[in-house]
């Protein structure tokens, strides 16, 4: 690669990286930069693992709004909301409300699924090319639905999804169990489940560092860790400058720094709508009734697949949190909801890691993937789905910094 790059990714998050896969494909010299001391430990490091391709719903939408009270008030364990005067959070509040009418957040669910669709094909397309060993699989998953409302209502989403190439089915409890034994014990509280057969996992930290190995095995791709840096725009053109001064200058920068963008952009006029959402997760050993398909529940919002050997469950939703700390009475009440949804899913005695992280939420549950002027192109925001949707989001961020410069 020349002394300088031809392109800069800022930030060695899932995005980041497949950013710069997209990029280094296409034939362009890539310098990854990332303050962490090696890729995937941010939000990536330790989530849910699902690529969930055809579960790519809106968190606004109607219901949500109805229960907001409730929610505020504390009565549902998985959901946390830290009002603040900032005006950021009130701007993003107000967008979040538009964003869970019935319109529009349907219109948000199906452009996710456009993106989680064309997600798996970038993925499947890397994975032809380099079979990356990141503990990937298709196990398909099971949304758990226990009231008949909500059960109407994914089984409408499903209808409408399916015109537009997902593939999912409504199943009843006994179809459920038969598919998935481990789910016996909890055949009576359902009143159905959604399958979708093509959902995949895998491991996102693992997927960063073999994706870095093969970029820069293979590809004009370098990468420096442990640089915190910061962006500053000079006569319209963006430079990345480091900590100790060192101006880095590129003919292109993708800025790919999740829920730290908006600390990054201050000073430079562009501004995202990103909020911290804190979640948790847990791995363990499998237990007795551990489930090989995918499990979520969707009343308890807790997600359990098999990683390898291992089990991981993720969930609970901290609006407004901003530490990555692990809090003992939230990382319980993951615990204990995962417990009362399927007890005999892992050795909840023999936790073996416990992990909080901060999603990246945008109030349109879409990340925000565009150019911002000459050179400078965001892609950022992506909530609760950025291990489903970094690889398509990465192909669209390359393809449009290859835009001709204006
Ligand atoms: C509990 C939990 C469970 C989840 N489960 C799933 C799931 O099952 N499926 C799914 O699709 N998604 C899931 N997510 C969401 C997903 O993890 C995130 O959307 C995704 O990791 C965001 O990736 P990213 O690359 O944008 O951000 P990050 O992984 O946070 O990467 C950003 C990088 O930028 C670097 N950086 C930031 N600022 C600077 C700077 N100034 N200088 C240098 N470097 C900088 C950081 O060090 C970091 O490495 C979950 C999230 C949580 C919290």
Same mark, same amino acid.
């Given at each position: 690669?020349?002394?300088?790059?031809?392109?800069?990714?800022?930030?060695?998050?899932?995005?980041?990286?497949?950013?710069?896969?997209?990029?280094?494909?296409?034939?362009?010299?890539?310098?990854?930069?990332?303050?962490?001391?090696?890729?995937?430990?941010?939000?990536?490091?330790?989530?849910?693992?699902?690529?969930?391709?055809?579960?790519?719903?809106?968190?606004?939408?109607?219901?949500?709004?109805?229960? #907001?009270?409730?929610?505020?008030?504390?009565?549902?364990?998985?959901?946390?909301?830290?009002?603040?005067?900032?005006?950021?959070?009130?701007?993003?509040?107000?967008?979040?409300?538009?964003?869970?009418?019935?319109?529009?957040?349907?219109?948000?669910?199906?452009?996710?699924?456009?993106?989680?669709?064309?997600?798996?094909?970038?993925?499947?397309?890397?994975?032809?090319?380099?079979?990356?060993?990141?503990?990937?699989?298709?196990?398909?998953?099971?949304?758990?639905?226990?009231?008949?409302?909500?059960?109407?209502?994914?089984?409408?989403?499903?209808?409408?999804?399916?015109?537009?190439?997902?593939?999912?089915?409504?199943?009843?409890?006994?179809?459920?169990?038969?598919?998935?034994?481990?789910?016996?014990?909890?055949?009576?509280?359902?009143?159905?489940?959604?399958?979708?057969?093509?959902?995949?996992?895998?491991?996102?930290? #693992?997927?960063?560092?073999?994706?870095?190995?093969?970029?820069?095995?293979?590809?004009?791709?370098?990468?420096?860790?442990?640089?915190?840096?910061?962006?500053?725009?000079?006569?319209?053109?963006?430079?990345?400058?480091?900590?100790?001064?060192?101006?880095?200058?590129?003919?292109?920068?993708?800025?790919?720094?999740?829920?730290?963008?908006?600390?990054?952009?201050?000073?430079?006029?562009?501004?995202?709508?990103?909020?911290?959402?804190?979640?948790?997760?847990?791995?363990?050993?499998?237990?007795?009734?551990?489930?090989?398909?995918?499990?979520?529940?969707?009343?308890?919002?807790?997600?359990?697949?098999?990683?390898?050997?291992?089990?991981?469950?993720?969930?609970?939703?901290?609006?407004?949190?901003?530490?990555?700390?692990?809090?003992?009475?939230?990382?319980?009440?993951?615990?204990?909801?995962?417990?009362?949804?399927?007890?005999?899913?892992?050795?909840?005695?023999?936790?073996?890691?416990?992990?909080?992280?901060?999603?990246?939420?945008?109030?349109?549950?879409?990340?925000?993937?565009?150019?911002?002027?000459?050179?400078?192109?965001?892609?950022?925001?992506?909530?609760?789905?950025?291990?489903?949707?970094?690889?398509?989001?990465?192909?669209?961020?390359?393809?449009?910094?290859?835009?001709?410069?204006?």
């Amino acid at each position: 690669m020349a002394e300088r790059p031809e392109a800069i990714v800022l930030g060695a998050g899932v995005v980041g990286m497949a950013t710069a896969y997209a990029l280094a494909r296409r034939g362009v010299g890539v310098l990854i930069l990332d303050r962490s001391v090696e890729p995937g430990r941010g939000t990536s490091f330790a989530n849910g693992a699902q690529l969930s391709y055809a579960y790519t719903d809106a968190l606004g939408t109607p219901a949500l709004l109805r229960k #907001l009270p409730m929610l505020a008030l504390g009565a549902d364990p998985a959901f946390r909301l830290r009002p603040s005067m900032d005006p950021g959070f009130i701007r993003w509040g107000l967008s979040f409300l538009r964003n869970s009418t019935a319109a529009r957040s349907l219109g948000n669910t199906l452009e996710g699924l456009r993106l989680g669709l064309e997600s798996r094909a970038a993925m499947h397309a890397l994975l032809e090319r380099h079979p990356l060993d990141f503990l990937h699989s298709m196990p398909g998953k099971l949304h758990l639905y226990e009231d008949s409302e909500s059960l109407a209502a994914a089984s409408a989403m499903v209808e409408r999804k399916r015109r537009e190439g997902a593939v999912q089915e409504v199943l009843s409890p006994a179809q459920a169990v038969a598919l998935e034994p481990a789910l016996a014990s909890a055949e009576t509280r359902l009143s159905g489940a959604v399958y979708s057969p093509e959902e995949e996992v895998g491991d996102p930290y #693992l997927f960063c560092r073999k994706l870095l190995e093969t970029l820069k095995s293979d590809y004009r791709v370098q990468a420096r860790f442990g640089v915190n840096a910061r962006l500053e725009i000079r006569d319209g053109r963006p430079d990345v400058v480091l900590a100790d001064g060192e101006r880095i200058e590129a003919e292109r920068i993708a800025v790919c720094t999740g829920v730290d963008t908006p600390k990054l952009l201050k000073g430079t006029g562009i501004r995202v709508p990103i909020w911290p959402m804190r979640g948790y997760s847990i791995t363990a050993p499998p237990g007795p009734d551990a489930p090989r398909i995918s499990i979520t529940d969707a009343r308890r919002k807790v997600v359990f697949c098999r990683l390898g050997e291992r089990m991981r469950i993720a969930g609970l939703a901290d609006l407004g949190s901003r530490s990555t700390d692990i809090d003992a009475v939230r990382l319980k009440s993951l615990i204990d909801s995962a417990r009362a949804s399927l007890p005999g899913a892992v050795e909840f005695d023999r936790v073996e890691s416990s992990w909080a992280g901060l999603r990246p939420m945008t109030p349109s549950s879409l990340p925000v993937i565009r150019k911002e002027g000459a050179g400078l192109v965001l892609n950022v925001g992506h909530g609760g789905l950025g291990w489903t949707f970094a690889m398509g989001s990465g192909e669209r961020a390359a393809a449009l910094m290859l835009e001709k410069l204006d």
